[in-house]
């Protein structure tokens, strides 16, 4: 077996054993990147000098002993483009950031450096994380390595794909709506969302502040605890951080959901669920009830008022968000102007591609005076709503699940030209950060298409533990499925 | 012509003394080359976010319980909007919907009339950078020094009727905000600034005319000015039968005219909402009990004090207590050398007329209290006379020196030998018969010329007390 298969924690235990030294996973990782990436497209900017020379200084620090107590140190990591990298390009996909390199790193780019992690490239998005499929990148499509004429899903679709492909060992994603747990169900692997406030969002380019997430996305839910374990924590540096009360996420993966109630809402089994994907679900909560779960069905509100709700605020904090980019500072600015007024408008219409400045402008209007009340104020009543509905639900259950999205991966191209039935693709995962929750994707199954399907499930607010002991029991049930590519029929 | 009478409301924004900015460790010291008091937060980097230095809701809080507002004990900041190249993040943070303070009040006086002025609310926000027009180059460059520096905008209700009671609204202002510490309220670099609202209407309306606002003053003076010349144009226009535009101008005080910047109809849409970077700010009762406690003694009561304790004229006592920082340097410098109306003298006087001089304001005095104290410490020993404790007083009011070293150094010490002195005196008689003579003419005054070349001829270093009682001495032998 090639080192790339292994799980990042595998890897990080071979490391620590001397069996393989940090320099060969890197160069592993990176001749697979060769291999592979002209086919998928994952990677926006490879590391490889800066790789090959963190991997010598971390071998230095693990021989040391250093780094004794960090099960992923040597491990190379693939890093979303919206998180900042000191000196490194850092795009959003963006051409209005074709050229910007940060001037700090992202607290997550310091705690996973001080785990002794190997950053190996920056991956591929929607732009600016606004998308469900990584087509609207500058930078070309990703394509999915179970089927390349689908997408990846999106916005954090480079990482999973990457990750899919044996590309990456693991990689951190941002999800603000689901683009960390839809792109995990696309491409197979499993992604966690935690919960806003429990990983610094310092560094990580906004979207929408008030829902933005960093989280890890991995070939297993061992690895997803271990990075979350690595990046969780308060940090001054961001107001919105919350201190928590236990850290020790790895405690959790235990096989055993005796006594665990589990919900499921009826309303996430209703209209435009692929039938696949349904039984695919139904079945693992099935598996879950066998394994001693307590499994009912119930009815929760406001379903069909979290899309509308989403995208009212995300546009709006986006609108915001995106202003700084002006070509006054930094990033793309227009050749050609006559004067500021000229500089803005070229340099943001040539900048920006089309859903960002659809969502912009969705936000500039729902701001606007006049409209603030009806739109902005009522999409936050939405969202309290929401919020509360959760509430209700987790006085009954300790885990809420679902899918993780409407469908399979879809074909390039299909969505692209509808953002409406795009939006509504996003059905199962808005809501969960609306009400700042945690939310976690894993594969539970494979369709007639030969795609894997994704299984996603809710805990409360800091309720990780439960959520990664949950996963991790319905995980040991099944094996890993590689994609076609990675096991050399492609 | 109709009676017309001006209704002025302000819009003052007043930079608060914290070390640092508002969201981030960056220093507000005024100055420095352009861009070093920088950061990825107040450079507004992609990915960087805001975190609240709590002393600027200290200083605001202080502010708003000394105006008389009420606080709101629940506030958020916001985001306002707008494209500007001083602005890196395209938002200026701000509050909009809960600010900090409302409904407060400040006390005024005009020609012995009294006055309350409303206060409409108090909210903090972070100052922007600064744009500067390179003509060389032509180009504009921009230095962000300043941006992130916390301000707070204490806005007034429209409750003043003329130029003099704006002054005297702003001068309250300035004097409690300087009291409190919260602000140097310092006009010329920038650290106070108001923004003027002004209508006019016939005099018994009830109703309120179009207003305009009116930027870009940097003094008293010019604000006087700028109410003036508004209020003219406004009523030159109602007496042509034409209306006042609702917009902003801009003042420009050399030309002494205002120019229109904006009309109401490209008035910009902020599209404000909760900042969603930064949680609201909650202030427990504990805490606002806590700024009351601590709140500094204001003017009124410090000035009662002085009579009181110190034994000064009223009038004294409130030259002294105008401003906080002769407050304190009085306060400092008597606790060392026990001579309050010294001390007092020194301020009223000398200082005050320096700081003419220099066309400084008191907030400027760099000047420690001990050395003022030394002084009179040096010139109370005798080992100086008064004429060169004044001009020691320069130096130390210029350059804070040390009187004690400056004295040893410069050797203005009075010459102790009273031989050396008698023989110097003698020469000077012997070497003006004439003056000698008018004295035991009994010219009196004759004695004044010799005392003159006395203390010339000593080079200053002698006391001209005593060379008076030696000269009549010498002379009525």
């Excluded at chain 2, 708003?64 to 943070?93: E, H, M, S, W």
């Excluded at chain 2, 460059?141 to 301000?151: H, M, S």
């Excluded at chain 2, 100086?384 to 010490?413: C, H, M, Q, S, W």
Aim: hydrophobic share 40%; glycine share 8%; charged share 25%.
């Amino acid at each position: 077996m090639e080192i790339t298969a292994l799980t990042a924690l595998e890897l990080g235990k071979k490391i620590k054993a001397g069996e393989v030294t940090v320099e060969e996973a890197v160069k592993a990782q990176l001749e697979k990147i060769k291999e592979r990436d002209g086919m998928y497209n994952c990677y926006v900017t490879v590391m490889e000098e800066e790789a090959l020379k963190r991997a010598a200084e971390v071998q230095k620090q693990i021989d040391a002993g250093e780094l004794d107590d960090s099960p992923l140190a040597g491990v190379p990591v693939a890093i979303k483009d919206n998180i900042c990298t000191k000196g490194v390009l850092t795009t959003c996909s963006s051409k209005i950031l074709n050229n910007f390199k940060p001037p700090y790193d992202a607290t997550v780019i310091e705690k996973l450096e001080a785990a002794g992690a190997v950053i190996i490239g920056k991956v591929n998005m929607d732009e600016f994380a606004m998308g469900s499929t990584t087509e609207t990148s500058y930078y070309g499509p990703t394509k999915n390595p179970w089927n390349t004429e689908r997408v990846p899903g999106g916005s954090s679709g480079g990482a999973a794909a990457a990750v899919a492909a044996e590309e990456a060992w693991y990689a951190l994603g941002s999800d603000t709506g689901g683009s960390i747990r839809q792109p995990s169900s696309f491409c197979g692997v499993t992604g966690l969302k935690p919960t806003y406030g429990s990983v610094s969002r310092y560094g990580l380019i906004a979207y929408a502040s008030s829902l933005d997430q960093i989280g890890p996305i991995a070939r297993n839910v061992s690895d997803c605890a271990a990075v979350f374990e690595a990046i969780a924590g308060y940090d001054a540096k961001d107001s919105t951080s919350v201190k928590m009360e236990d850290y020790h996420f790895t405690e959790a993966l235990v096989d055993d959901v005796k006594g665990l109630r589990i919900g499921i809402p009826k309303g996430y089994l209703g209209e435009g669920l692929d039938p696949e994907v349904k039984e695919a679900v139904l079945a693992a909560a099935k598996t879950l009830e066998e394994k001693g779960a307590v499994v009912e069905m119930f009815d929760m509100d406001m379903v069909d008022y979290a899309i509308p709700a989403y995208y009212v605020i995300a546009s709006a904090e986006a609108s915001s968000n995106l202003s700084r980019f002006d070509g006054v500072k930094y990033g793309y600015r227009t050749p050609d102007f006559e004067d500021l007024q000229d500089v803005y408008k070229k340099t943001r219409d040539e900048g920006f591609g089309m859903e960002v400045k659809r969502r912009m402008m969705i936000g500039a209007f729902v701001l606007s005076s006049g409209y603030y009340d009806a739109y902005y104020i009522k999409a936050l009543q939405v969202k309290a709503l929401i919020k509360k509905g959760f509430d209700e639900a987790f006085a009954k259950y300790d885990i809420i699940l679902g899918p993780t999205a409407p469908t399979t991966a879809l074909k390039m191209g299909e969505n692209l030209s509808d953002p409406l039935k795009m939006y509504l693709g996003d059905i199962y995962t808005v809501s969960v950060n609306l009400a700042g929750l945690p939310g976690i994707s894993l594969p539970c199954g494979i369709d007639s298409n030969g795609l894997p399907i994704g299984v996603q499930m809710i805990g409360q607010a800091f309720s990780e533990k439960t959520l990664i002991r949950a996963a991790y029991s319905l995980e040991q049930t099944r094996s890993y499925e590689r994609p076609a590519c990675v096991k050399g029929e492609n | 012509m109709r009676e017309y009478e001006t209704v002025i409301g302000l819009e003052v924004h007043c930079e608060l003394a914290t070390k640092t900015k508002i969201f981030c460790g960056c220093t507000t010291e005024f100055g420095g080359e352009p861009n070093t008091h920088v950061c990825p937060v107040c450079a507004g980097m992609p990915g960087t976010l805001p975190v609240l230095n709590k002393q600027v809701v200290e200083y605001a809080l202080s502010a708003g319980v000394a105006l008389n507002c009420d606080i709101t004990q629940y506030c958020k900041f916001d985001r306002k909007n707008y494209f500007y190249p001083d602005l890196p993040k395209a938002y200026q943070i701000s509050q909009l919907y809960l600010p900090i303070c409302r409904n407060g009040h400040v006390d005024i006086e005009v020609d012995g009339v009294k006055k309350s002025i409303g206060i409409h609310e108090i909210h903090m926000e972070e100052d922007a950078g600064k744009l500067i027009h390179d003509e060389w180059e032509d180009c504009t460059i921009v230095d962000y020094n300043r941006c992130g520096v916390p301000l707070i905008e204490i806005v007034s209700e429209p409750d003043m009727r003329s130029a003099d009671e704006v002054i005297a609204y702003l001068e309250k202002l300035r004097m409690i905000l300087q009291y409190l510490g919260v602000s140097d309220c310092k006009m010329q670099e920038g650290s106070l600034r108001a923004d003027i609202n002004l209508s006019v209407r016939e005099v018994g309306s009830d109703k309120l005319g179009t207003r305009t606002e009116m930027k870009n003053m940097n003094s008293f003076k010019a604000i006087a000015r700028a109410i003036e010349g508004e209020m003219n144009r406004q009523i030159e226009l109602l007496e042509d039968g034409k209306s006042v535009t609702q917009e902003t101008r801009r003042w420009d005080d050399n030309k002494c005219a205002s120019y229109a910047m904006r009309s109401k109809e490209d008035a910009q849409d902020y599209r404000y909402f909760p900042d969603p970077d930064l949680p609201p700010v909650s202030i427990s009762d504990a805490w606002l009990e806590r700024v009351k406690a601590a709140q500094p003694e204001m003017r009124d009561a410090k000035l009662a004090r002085y009579v009181e304790e110190y034994g000064l004229t009223e009038h004294d006592a409130a030259i002294l207590t105008e401003s906080r920082k002769v407050a304190d340097i009085f306060e400092a410098a008597a606790a060392i050398c026990k001579k309050p109306k010294e001390v007092s003298n020194w301020l009223i006087v000398d200082t005050m007329r320096l700081l003419k001089v220099h066309e400084m304001d008191a907030a400027d005095l760099k000047f420690s209290p001990e050395h003022l104290a030394k002084l009179i410490a040096l010139l109370d020993a005798g080992t100086i006379n008064r004429p060169t404790a004044r001009d020691v007083f320069e130096k130390i009011f210029t350059e804070n020196v040390d009187p004690e070293v400056y004295v040893e150094e410069k050797g203005l010490k009075i010459e102790a030998d009273d031989g050396a002195l008698k023989s110097v005196i003698e020469e000077i008689v012997a070497a003006n018969p004439q003056s000698v003579a008018d004295y035991h003419a009994g010219k009196k005054k004759a004695i004044g010329f010799l005392v003159g070349q006395t203390m010339k001829a000593m080079k200053g270093k002698a006391d001209p007390g005593t060379v008076n009682k030696m000269l009549a001495e010498i002379l009525n032998q």
